[in-house]
């Protein structure tokens, strides 16, 4: 089943911070998350683990609340570069499991 | 992470004819997948390919619209048959390659079908 993913679009000025959401109706083991630029394949981010800590890149970082079933991605003093959709991708094995991803949300850094 | 290739890159096609992707990785994988993305959507798991045995399909796919070949643990095709403009998309075939089964894509197939 699809994870739902809030908002849609976001439109943030350089500097600013955003929150992307990502929650499930069934049992994550692990979240992940990536990023695609448009006409480019995603590339991924960071991955949250069911038990795990929370996980930073660079000023993005994660959280995964298991019990909500959810998790949040915290982009702080946004860049230009930051612009493209954000997936996030769930799976119920830690390993050798299909990952099933969000619709996406679209953010957009402008200067 | 991994290299992946996809070829073709990018193709058009017409009604009713069949066109095969290949999916070429620099090392060995357990499993591939192939995906779909149509403009502005999200990534469709379209079926798991794992050497040595027959594709696991998604819900709404099947093995007659898009037969998967995967003859060794770095090459796989997804053929896309007897296909239709609603069939026009971006393929991506991706591998896990890390160890909690982080996704690692090809660039993608670009398929316009006429």
């Known amino acids: 089943q699809q994870p739902v993913q809030s908002p849609q679009a976001v439109i943030l000025r350089e500097g600013e911070d955003a929150v992307i959401n990502c929650s499930s109706s069934k049992a994550l083991y692990s979240v992940h998350w990536y990023r695609q630029k448009h006409g480019e394949a995603p590339v991924f981010l960071m991955i949250l683990l069911k038990g795990g800590e929370q996980k930073g890149h660079e000023k993005i970082s994660a959280s995964f609340n298991e019990k909500k079933q959810q998790s949040s991605l915290y982009l702080t003093a946004s860049q230009l570069s930051y612009s493209g959709t954000y997936f996030c991708?769930?799976?119920?094995?830690?390993?050798?499991?299909?990952?099933?991803f969000g619709p996406g949300t679209s953010l957009s850094v402008i200067p | 992470s991994a290299v992946i290739s996809q070829k073709p890159s990018r193709d058009i096609c017409q009604r009713g004819t069949s066109l095969t992707i290949q999916c070429q990785v620099d090392?060995?994988?357990?499993?591939m997948f192939w995906y779909r993305q149509q403009p502005g959507q999200s990534l469709t798991l379209i079926a798991t390919a794992n050497q040595g045995s027959e594709a696991t399909y998604e819900s709404g796919f099947v093995i007659d619209k898009f037969p998967i070949s995967r003859p060794n643990l770095t090459f796989s095709t997804l053929t896309v048959s007897n296909m239709s403009p609603e069939d026009s998309s971006i393929y991506l075939c991706s591998v896990d390659r890390g160890l909690y089964n982080e996704q690692f894509f090809g660039p993608g197939t670009r398929l316009t079908v006429l």
């Open positions: 090392s060995q994988v357990t499993m």
């Open positions: 991708g769930t799976a119920k094995k830690t390993s050798y499991d299909k990952v099933i």
